[in-house]
């Protein structure tokens, strides 16, 4: 049992649970293992195992320790705890305790499960639900907009249309924030977020098997694959969602500036700025993704890749990318 006594260790073994957070827990049943800082003896030390059963009188009594900032859980525990926390990202607005990584890891894991849930039932409230964590999210990079770097240290590899979105969201936001300078508006986030965040949305309308083939497709297929636009839009159309941001990501994200792209072949000046952004934290959310006929690029390459083909990518975006993995290689 780790004995803790100068606060520097204790915070490396365990992490704080503030009253807010205990609040957030199912009364009866602790999701993680709880610990208490005793002060006549000055150590720290089990009190419940998680899933037993708390009393009432414990439940009072763990209330008191909490208030006075002398409950814990283990630091190995956080991947449990992570969980139960994406479930209610607003304490993370009112929380102090974290380190912006592990913000970072809990918005990946609430994103990822939302999207999973949106694409497995797109409904009104499942849209709603997606956009109420979005806010979430749009608010606490508002706050300090420096924060969105520490998204970017949170991308995953792992083939899956929910882990390519939440990438997607997450450069697409480190790209505009350098863009703007920091200068950004919660609403303008919030739009951008879900446009990011939903661009392909239409994916689920197509086929698997063709999904995963992508490289080596016949006509019929690519045909197939590109109408995930097409399909994209429309279920928007039934969401009712009007937004021009996200309607334009959703449209324009494989759009190319040399007219390459689909599916109106626009050229250059015709392609928004969302689109030219979206297009290029796809791409790049893309290539350091894993595929079924590849594994993933690693990110310095994934940026070389984008700013070699400066006649498809817009060029001021793609140095803002390099810039950014730059600087989360250096870190
Ligand atoms: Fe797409
Ligand atoms: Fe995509």
Excluded at 17 to 26: G, T
Excluded at 174 to 196: N, W
Aim: hydrophobic share 40%; net charge negative; proline share 4%.
């Amino acid at each position: 049992m780790a004995d803790n006594t100068d606060s520097a260790s204790l915070s490396e073994t365990y992490l704080q649970i503030s009253p807010n957070i205990l609040a957030s827990f199912p009364k009866f049943r602790p999701p993680v293992d709880l610990y208490f800082y005793d002060p006549d003896v000055a150590r720290t030390g089990p009190y419940l195992r998680a899933g037993e059963r708390l009393s009432r009188e414990g439940q009072d009594e763990v209330a008191r320790f909490a208030e006075e900032g002398r409950l814990y859980l283990l630091r190995d525990d956080y991947r449990v705890y992570a969980e139960h926390l994406s479930r209610e990202l607003g304490l993370l607005l009112v929380e102090e305790g974290f380190l912006p990584l592990e913000v970072a890891e809990i918005f990946f894991i609430a994103f990822r499960n939302r999207m999973d849930e949106f694409l497995n039932r797109p409904t009104e409230d499942t849209y709603e639900d997606l956009r109420t964590d979005v806010s979430i999210l749009a608010e606490y990079i508002w706050i300090d907009p420096s924060r969105v770097d520490f998204l970017t240290h949170t991308l995953e590899r792992e083939y899956d249309l929910s882990v390519h979105s939440v990438n997607t969201m997450f450069i697409g936001l480190a790209l505009h924030l350098r863009q703007t300078g920091g200068q950004v508006e919660k609403a303008g986030l919030v739009s951008l977020s879900l446009g990011l965040l939903l661009h392909d949305l239409g994916m689920v309308m197509v086929p698997k098997f063709i999904r995963d083939k992508e490289q080596y497709l016949v006509r019929r297929d690519r045909e197939s694959l590109e109408r995930h636009i097409e399909a994209g839009l429309n279920m928007l159309r039934r969401l009712k969602v009007r937004d021009q941001v996200i309607l334009d990501c959703v449209e324009q994200h494989h759009e190319r500036l040399d007219g390459s792209g689909y599916p109106a072949r626009r050229f250059d000046k015709d392609i928004s700025a969302e689109g030219r952004l979206c297009a290029i934290a796809d791409s790049f959310s893309a290539i350091i993704g894993d595929r079924p006929h590849r594994s993933a690029r690693d990110m310095s390459e994934a940026v070389r890749m984008l700013a070699e083909d400066g006649r498809r990518y817009d060029s001021d975006l793609t140095a803002l990318l390099a810039g950014i993995m730059a600087e989360r290689i250096k870190e």
